[in-house]
């Protein structure tokens, strides 16, 4: 597609279940990057891949959280055992390569009950 | 210290004023830097780099001083559509640092 697409837009679910957040980066790009955003805050790294490879998780909150890039195009962000404090905005971006900006998703907003 | 840390306003002015966002960095070793406007609960879209030389666009300019480690963006000739946030990025290795923004809302 012309921009970079993640679904669902919207996610509603219960504390202790898994969810899955996909990312479909602008056609080319190798760099993607995953962020959450809470309301009235910008963007906070969580993590990028360059092709398949994860570059840089350090901004995943814990071991619940995770993303693969398997075929250096669609990614995943997955959340285990979601907990409260997980609500938030979730967004993909990806960019042409890693120092270059980026293009960001509609991201999903992920409310956890 | 946060990476990146602006002024979170708001801003209101009337429709045809100046107004000027300022950033500070806190990583010398930062070395590119980005103007990003996000509207209300829509994603952060690319206003402009930010250039050593300063760089304009239109209305908008962008400076930035190393020395003192803040970038500075500039609006002439507000109009009604730039309300919105305008949050300030600095790239340090492969890690973009957002600020979280300063809201700029432009009043007829």
């Known amino acids: 597609g012309a921009g970079v697409s993640q679904s669902p837009r919207y996610k509603v679910t219960k504390r202790g279940q898994d969810v899955a957040l996909r990312c479909d980066p602008i056609s080319g790009h190798v760099s993607l990057y995953w962020y959450r955003q809470a309301l009235g805050q910008g963007p906070e790294f969580l993590t990028y891949f360059n092709y398949e490879a994860q570059q840089d998780k350090s901004g995943l909150p814990n071991d619940r959280f995770s993303a693969e890039r398997p075929e250096g195009s669609i990614s995943t962000l997955t959340i285990q055992r979601t907990e409260q404090r997980d609500s938030a905005m979730y967004r993909c971006?990806?960019?042409?390569?890693?120092?270059?900006?980026?293009?960001f998703g509609d991201g999903t907003r992920l409310s956890i009950l | 210290r946060k990476e990146v840390e602006q002024d979170p306003g708001p801003f209101n002015v009337p429709e045809g004023a100046t107004v000027a966002f300022n950033c500070t960095y806190s990583?010398?070793?930062?070395?590119?830097f980005f103007w990003y406007r996000q509207d209300c609960r829509k994603e952060p879209k690319l206003l402009m780099s930010?250039?050593?030389s300063g760089n304009e666009d239109g209305r908008f300019t962008a400076q930035l001083n190393r020395a003192s480690q803040y970038i500075s963006l500039l609006i002439r000739d507000s109009k009604l559509s730039d309300s919105a946030t305008y949050l300030c990025v600095a790239l340090t290795g492969n890690q973009f640092y957002f600020g979280t923004g300063t809201s700029l809302t432009v009043i007829p």
């Open positions: 930010v250039y050593s």
């Open positions: 990583n010398s070793a930062s070395q590119s």
């Open positions: 971006a990806s960019s042409p390569y890693s120092n270059q900006p980026q293009h």
